[in-house]
């Protein structure tokens, strides 16, 4: 088994490297390969997603990844940004599934921004589709406008737009991971105002009759905003496109604490996977050596439960994290009164430390 490692930027190859570390004391048999990726592929090789690194990830059973940006590229052409490089990895490698759980950790109730009794016990998965909608929609561009409120001005479009086996395919994802939860999806849409968010809502409804057993609930994308902050812990899996699936992340994630300690896995049919922290590269702290490296654990974890068939390690370096946080070390994003605040390679260290002790505890 191979996995390729791609740090990418900012503080990407501080966390990465701490995953690294829990991958190699777990001893496994798989062999791991690393490549520039991002911001720093593209100082290096002219290209923020090279040939050499994208073949590197085709050929792998998995990918974990670091995280790529930095406002210094803002000005490059679209193609040559940093993003470009993990829309690439999504687009060639077909990774449709985007599974963000955002799950509260009854240490880290008072880290978050809500107050403990709507978020202690929080549970709940985002299943964002991923190669889809307005994100790779075509045509995209700039032009003169023809028609519209200002005929002859300058104008720019994106096209959003799904097919019906790609909702059908990410229904089925979604229904899937429900079964195994708490049964219920709620399907978020703007289908009072949107033809390709009515046609995603009918076609998750006619899926939806091959799982009885699951509730299906639908919600408009601004209410399920507002549903997040007021009552999440109603949510169990929520399937959402691409774009409202990026932006209800992101909000998700504030209610356990800190984006610093949110997985995701990225998953193609072959069930080869991308496995990255929730959160970016923050290049305002990279170097620094106090960026949080558990979203990465944990992500490394989601790589061996799904691409790699090792449910046990999987659960060996969870477990770990548990007990690190019970210890009571937090980075800066999750310190808290009483708490002892460590930097991110003393952290890196500790699930290591946690993780050898039940080794030898057999
Ligand atoms: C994410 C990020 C990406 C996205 C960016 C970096 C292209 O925000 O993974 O959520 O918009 O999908
Ligand atoms: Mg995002």
Redesign the pocket.
Known sequence: MKIAVLPGDGIGTEIVAEAVKVLDVLDLPFEMESALVGGAAYEAHGHPLPEATLKLAMDSDAVLFGA??DWKYDKLDRPMRP?QA??GLRKHMGLFANFRPAICYPELVGASSLKPEIISGLDILIIRE?TGDI?FGQPRGRRVATDGHFPGAEEAFDTMRYSKPEIVRIAHVAFQAARKRNKKVTSVDKANVLETFQFWKDVVTEVHAEYPDVELEHMYVDNAAMQLVRAPKKFDVVVTG?MFG?IL??EASMLTGSIGMLP?ASLNTKNQGLY?P?H?SAPDIAGQGIANPLATILSAAMMLRFSLNQPDAAARIETAVSSVLASGLRTTDIWSEGTTKVGTREMGDAVVAAITKTITKG
Request: overall charge negative.
């Open positions: 790529v940006g993003e993990i829309l991923l994100y691409n990026d992340s992101d995701s990255e929730s970016g």
